[in-house]
């Protein structure tokens, strides 16, 4: 991975745990990289909020959740 990326997903991974409140949710670095591979950082922390804020749908955002998903 080069550096930017590497940066770009430091960055986004940060916003979430601190914006968002995330903790624990093994998918999300998985997706940041996928998504970033296809766009900025700042659609990429936008596209991972709005999963987050359907959780039925898309993944689990706490290690409980995890477990039974």
């Not at 990326?5 to 409140?21: D, E, F, H, S």
């Not at 900025?40 to 290690?63: F, G, H, K, L």
Request: aromatic content about 10%; some cysteine.
């Amino acid at each position: 991975m080069p550096e930017k990326g590497a940066k770009q997903l430091t960055l986004v991974l940060c916003a979430v745990q601190q914006v968002v409140g995330i903790e624990f949710s093994p998918l999300i670095p998985d997706i940041a990289t996928l998504l970033l591979t296809h766009m900025s950082a700042s659609y990429a922390y936008a596209t991972i909020r709005e999963m987050i804020n359907d959780t039925s749908q898309y993944m689990p955002v706490s290690q409980k959740e995890y477990y039974s998903w």
